[in-house]
């Protein structure tokens, strides 16, 4: 459906807006860039360079797919992220349902690789990404784990107190006085 070859020379006829459109629009067509760009190939991720997302779908599912490149290579990731892509998207392991080992072991792997990047140009980028990777870690990892669930578990508001209707006070029987009319 789309090797980074001929999504290339597709933006090189269409142009970048019209790629992200048919991105958004031809499912088939959108599932294969995006995985192209998770891999880190040097291609997919010119491809990345040259599409701008076109909807909030499209943001999101290229900030996920670079983020799964990010490991991969992490210096043509980060040379991608500000100007196309908000760093707090892409490193903020925006995966969705995230398990804690999922989670621990995606950042291993990115913060490693984010470790090989020398590039001076790049480090201001790549602390940045460092930092949002942590943050990203332990805000995805305190949600996930139980106790914090049972830790942060809402309240059911207590019932109110039911009022009691008073009921009226019983009436003294009346007392008769004797009968003093009587003929005898």
Request: hydrophobic share 40%; aromatic share 4%; glycine share 4%.
């Amino acid at each position: 459906m789309g090797s980074a070859e001929f999504v290339l020379s597709e933006i090189k006829l269409r142009g970048g807006s019209a790629v992200s459109k048919r991105i958004d629009t031809d499912e088939s067509f959108g599932r294969s860039v995006m995985s192209g760009i998770a891999t880190g190939d040097s291609l997919w991720l010119d491809v990345a360079a040259k599409v701008t997302p076109s909807s909030a779908s499209a943001e999101a599912s290229l900030a996920i797919a670079l983020a799964s490149a990010l490991p991969h290579s992490p210096a043509r990731v980060l040379s991608l992220i500000g100007r196309n892509y908000p760093v707090e998207e892409v490193c903020g392991i925006p995966f969705l349902r995230p398990e804690s080992s999922l989670v621990v072991s995606y950042h291993d792997e990115a913060a490693a690789a984010l470790g090989t990047v020398r590039d001076s140009l790049l480090a201001k980028k790549r602390d940045t990404c460092r930092a949002a990777l942590d943050t990203a870690r332990n805000y995805k990892l305190e949600r996930i784990n139980p106790a914090y669930l049972i830790k942060n578990k809402p309240v059911t508001a207590a019932p109110r107190p039911r009022k009691r209707v008073a009921k009226p006070a019983p009436k003294p029987n009346p007392v008769t006085p004797p009968d003093s009319s009587s003929s005898e």
